[in-house]
């Protein structure tokens, strides 16, 4: 977690903004407490249902159909004459890389938790990805009038499966469907609301909780001085804490990453809301409590501070195509930009203008004359940014780290359905692809074939229903394939490859002796490349041009032209010629050389693996084991519940095609499933030989 926060030293409108994210796994309730906060903030005046599709942040059509959210949606409201500026972000893993671009430009995030479920596969995948950004957290608890319903369960798996401290600040006023309120134990005061009521009354607290209240007050204050430096001060001294000192003391943990804030309500019924945003006032940062953002300009670091008066500088993580333009979303970091100024793309190096500043609420805009640091916003005006593009000051050209893109795992082969509809399917394949990073197109030069490439099945039935719906373009679409991999299980040592071209004028010599062998970067395959050559035998600049040499052959495996990881390469020697030698002739002996290393090494194939949690009756448990062990599903934990069973199990993610179907016809209906990435592994060598190469 990042550890250099500091407020800037004079007062900045940057201080009453909260630029925040919502994650959860799917159907914890992360749309429904958007909802309840523009409700409670007066951002709208009627509350939407996810079930009736009349929620603000999810206006897609298909959103509504599906009842989940598949797109990253801003909005805006105001609250305790703070901006808050709030990201609603998927829960499902296949829109996960929606996640990853939104964290990447948060200040800070409410992680939602199921009160029954506790933390599900996917809360684990968004914490993790909120871990690699150092973004502060806040936990509600939700659902807490479910049947089954119990904070300290829930607040007991945030603790074992993410590895976090939680520090409880609320008290549930009744259990499950009596669900009345919470008990507030900084303040020691109970909120409680009445049935039918969108308002909640403060009062002591009750009789019945006054010695559970004063138990987990004691807690709490424990915990805190034994996290913090200040607050063990004060509690050795007096043995308490007094409520500014917990507040204060709460907030650096939670902004040193060192715990995490939980509160707990009912969105559904609208019981907690309010408290949260107060939370999120009082204990996640501002943009001015932020680090200046690091980037590179003229190949040295820079650094620009959350401040108007710096240098413009902002990083675009969302692009889509609407009625109005195509909107470009962006977060500034540093300066100010005004409506009808010009902009430097980073990354293509030309200028564009910036036509319209826009306010986001889903899918309605208000209309701004500028924005300024710490601000999110959407510009209609630059044709060539896409997410993860740096938009800054002509003068003062500066390139932001973008966020990281999660490669595709399954392809279908698309064709028009219309003979005159192929060159707008091109059109809207290109659309989608600079929409959505981690959606990939290519063609298949041995067959022919256009080919989709995304993060699932419903990545890509969502993809190819916005061609049909968004674009009139009928789609034919092919059975799914998953993407394998080619890997180096036991290397290669001293291979010698000498490349010489001689076909008049200037030739080509490059010699280079490398070794291969298997490579792993924090547990997983990856690739590497270093030279041990001494004494200038191989110039550095020649050095690496047999590394982008290496690169290229990594493209197509021996196996069955799979890509290929979990190698590294080594120059351990070579020699040069004083005419003919150059970068281009070492570029191409680095390839020659390390394919026909690779043929010459023991290669096995890799697939990629998700790991599968199935809800299931307890009537149905031998059905769905038999059928995970036909899918070669290998079963790692089973727990279960009064009529229900839980089973995880890894599975490969090519034996999961259609398994929604038959899972419910082998449960009546009532088993579900979700899964998370789990990596790659061999495939067996009676799967391998039938398998068809790339």
């Given at each position: 977690?990042?550890?250099?926060?500091?407020?800037?030293?004079?007062?900045?409108?940057?201080?009453?903004?909260?630029?925040?994210?919502?994650?959860?796994?799917?159907?914890?309730?992360?749309?429904?407490?958007?909802?309840?906060?523009?409700?409670?903030?007066?951002?709208?005046?009627?509350?939407?249902?996810?079930?009736?599709?009349?929620?603000?942040?999810?206006?897609?059509?298909?959103?509504?159909d599906?009842g989940?959210?598949?797109?990253?949606?801003?909005?805006?409201?105001?609250?305790?004459?703070?901006?808050?500026?709030?990201i609603?972000?998927?829960?499902?893993?296949?829109?996960?890389?929606?996640?990853?671009?939104?964290?990447?430009?948060l200040?800070?995030?409410?992680?939602?938790?199921?009160?029954?479920?506790g933390?599900?596969?996917?809360s684990?995948?968004?914490?993790?990805?909120a871990?690699?950004?150092?973004?502060?957290r806040?936990?509600?608890v939700?659902?807490?009038?479910?049947?089954?319903?119990?904070?300290?369960?829930?607040?007991?798996?945030?603790?074992?499966?993410?590895?976090?401290?939680?520090?409880?600040?609320?008290?549930?006023?009744g259990?499950?469907?009596?669900?009345?309120?919470?008990?507030?134990?900084?303040?020691?005061?109970?909120?409680?609301?009445?049935?039918?009521?969108d308002?909640?009354?403060?009062?002591p607290?009750?009789?019945?909780?006054?010695?559970?209240?004063?138990?987990?007050?004691?807690?709490?204050?424990?915990?805190?001085?034994?996290l913090?430096?200040?607050?063990?001060?004060?509690?050795?001294?007096?043995?308490?804490?007094?409520?500014?000192?917990?507040?204060?003391?709460?907030?650096?943990?939670?902004?040193?990453?060192?715990?995490?804030?939980?509160?707990?309500?009912?969105?559904?019924?609208?019981?907690?809301?309010?408290?949260?945003?107060?939370?999120?006032?009082?204990?996640?940062?501002?943009?001015?409590?932020?680090?200046?953002?690091r980037g590179?300009?003229?190949?040295?670091?820079?650094?620009?501070?959350p401040?108007?008066?710096?240098?413009?500088?902002?990083?675009a993580?969302?692009?889509?195509?609407?009625?109005?333009?195509?909107?470009?979303?962006?977060?500034?970091?540093?300066?100010?930009?005004?409506?009808?100024?010009?902009?430097?793309?980073?990354?293509?190096?030309?200028?564009?203008?910036?036509?319209?500043?826009?306010?986001?609420?889903?899918?309605?805009?208000?209309?701004?004359?500028?924005?300024?640091?710490?601000?999110?916003?959407?510009?209609?005006?630059?044709?060539?940014?896409?997410?993860?593009?740096?938009?800054?000051?002509p003068?003062?050209?500066?390139?932001?780290e973008?966020?990281?893109?999660?490669?595709?795992v399954?392809?279908?082969?698309?064709?028009?359905?219309?003979?005159?509809?192929?060159?707008?399917?091109?059109?809207?394949?290109?659309?989608?692809?600079?929409?959505?990073?981690?959606?990939?197109?290519?063609?298949?030069?041995e067959?022919?074939?256009?080919?989709?490439?995304?993060?699932g099945?419903?990545?890509?039935?969502?993809?190819?229903?916005?061609?049909r719906?968004?674009?009139?373009?009928?789609?034919?679409?092919?059975?799914?394939q998953?993407s394998?991999?080619?890997t180096?299980?036991?290397?290669?040592?001293?291979?010698?490859?000498?490349?010489?071209?001689?076909?008049?004028?200037?030739?080509?010599?490059?010699?280079?002796?490398?070794?291969?062998?298997?490579?792993?970067e924090?547990?997983?395959?990856?690739?590497?490349?270093?030279?041990?050559?001494?004494?200038?035998?191989?110039?550095?600049?020649?050095?690496?041009?047999?590394?982008?040499?290496?690169?290229?052959?990594?493209?197509?495996?021996?196996?069955?032209?799979?890509p290929?990881?979990?190698?590294?390469?080594?120059?351990?020697?070579?020699?040069?010629?004083?005419?003919?030698?150059?970068?281009?002739?070492?570029?191409?002996?680095g390839?020659?050389?390390?394919?026909?290393a690779?043929?010459a090494?023991?290669?096995?194939?890799?697939?990629?693996?998700?790991?599968?949690?199935?809800?299931?009756?307890?009537?149905?448990?031998?059905?769905?084991?038999?059928?995970l062990?036909?899918?070669?599903?290998?079963?790692?934990?089973?727990?279960?519940?009064?009529?229900?069973?839980?089973?995880?199990?890894?599975?490969?993610?090519?034996?999961?095609?259609?398994?929604?179907?038959?899972?419910?016809?082998?449960?009546?209906?009532?088993?579900?499933?979700t899964?998370?990435?789990?990596?790659?592994?061999?495939v067996?060598?009676?799967?391998?030989?039938?398998?068809?190469a790339?």
């Amino acid at each position: 977690m990042r550890t250099d926060r500091r407020p800037l030293a004079t007062a900045s409108p940057a201080t009453t903004v909260r630029n925040l994210g919502i994650l959860a796994h799917v159907d914890a309730g992360k749309t429904t407490i958007t909802e309840r906060i523009l409700f409670a903030a007066g951002a709208v005046h009627k509350r939407g249902e996810v079930h009736d599709g009349t929620t603000v942040t999810d206006f897609d059509a298909q959103e509504r159909d599906r009842g989940i959210t598949i797109f990253a949606a801003a909005v805006s409201c105001s609250w305790s004459g703070h901006r808050v500026n709030l990201i609603d972000t998927p829960g499902h893993v296949d829109f996960s890389d929606e996640v990853e671009r939104s964290l990447r430009v948060l200040d800070g995030a409410v992680a939602v938790f199921d009160a029954v479920a506790g933390v599900e596969p996917q809360s684990e995948t968004v914490w993790r990805q909120a871990d690699r950004y150092g973004v502060p957290r806040i936990a509600f608890v939700n659902k807490l009038d479910r049947a089954g319903a119990d904070l300290d369960t829930a607040v007991a798996s945030i603790r074992d499966r993410l590895g976090a401290v939680p520090l409880v600040v609320q008290l549930p006023v009744g259990r499950e469907d009596g669900f009345a309120g919470v008990v507030d134990l900084l303040a020691m005061r109970a909120l409680l609301w009445h049935a039918g009521s969108d308002t909640y009354e403060t009062g002591p607290v009750p009789e019945p909780l006054r010695e559970e209240a004063d138990r987990r007050r004691r807690l709490l204050e424990e915990t805190v001085a034994g996290l913090d430096a200040d607050a063990l001060e004060e509690f050795c001294a007096t043995s308490a804490l007094t409520r500014p000192t917990l507040a204060r003391a709460l907030r650096e943990l939670t902004l040193r990453g060192e715990g995490v804030v939980v509160l707990c309500g009912s969105a559904y019924r609208n019981r907690g809301i309010e408290p949260l945003l107060d939370a999120v006032l009082a204990y996640l940062p501002s943009p001015a409590d932020m680090p200046p953002v690091r980037g590179v300009a003229g190949g040295a670091e820079q650094v620009r501070a959350p401040d108007p008066r710096e240098p413009f500088a902002a990083l675009a993580f969302k692009v889509t195509a609407t009625a109005t333009g195509r909107l470009t979303y962006l977060r500034v970091y540093a300066g100010t930009l005004r409506k009808g100024e010009s902009v430097l793309d980073a990354g293509t190096g030309r200028t564009e203008r910036v036509g319209r500043i826009l306010r986001v609420q889903a899918d309605r805009h208000e209309e701004r004359e500028e924005a300024v640091a710490g601000d999110i916003v959407a510009v209609i005006g630059p044709k060539a940014a896409r997410a993860g593009t740096t938009l800054c000051a002509p003068g003062a050209p500066l390139v932001l780290e973008p966020p990281s893109v999660a490669e595709p795992v399954v392809s279908v082969a698309v064709e028009a359905g219309r003979g005159t509809d192929t060159g707008r399917l091109a059109s809207a394949l290109a659309r989608l692809a600079e929409e959505d990073p981690s959606l990939v197109v290519r063609s298949d030069a041995e067959t022919g074939q256009t080919v989709l490439s995304g993060r699932g099945e419903l990545h890509l039935e969502v993809a190819v229903e916005k061609i049909r719906s968004g674009h009139g373009v009928e789609v034919v679409v092919g059975r799914p394939q998953v993407s394998y991999r080619e890997t180096v299980v036991r290397g290669v040592a001293g291979l010698v490859y000498r490349h010489v071209k001689q076909d008049g004028g200037a030739g080509q010599f490059a010699h280079v002796v490398i070794d291969v062998e298997p490579w792993e970067e924090d547990g997983a395959p990856g690739f590497a490349f270093r030279s041990t050559v001494g004494g200038g035998r191989v110039p550095q600049e020649y050095a690496r041009a047999v590394e982008a040499g290496c690169r290229d052959a990594l493209g197509e495996g021996p196996l069955g032209g799979h890509p290929v990881t979990g190698l590294r390469v080594t120059l351990t020697d070579g020699a040069t010629h004083s005419k003919d030698s150059s970068e281009l002739a070492f570029r191409a002996a680095g390839r020659f050389a390390l394919r026909e290393a690779l043929r010459a090494s023991a290669v096995e194939l890799l697939e990629p693996v998700v790991e599968v949690t199935v809800t299931v009756p307890e009537d149905g448990v031998g059905s769905v084991l038999g059928d995970l062990a036909a899918r070669r599903g290998r079963v790692t934990g089973s727990t279960s519940a009064p009529g229900t069973a839980v089973i995880t199990a890894t599975v490969p993610l090519a034996e999961l095609f259609g398994y929604a179907s038959r899972l419910r016809g082998r449960t009546q209906g009532r088993g579900t499933f979700t899964t998370r990435p789990a990596g790659l592994a061999p495939v067996p060598a009676s799967v391998a030989g039938a398998l068809p190469a790339r």
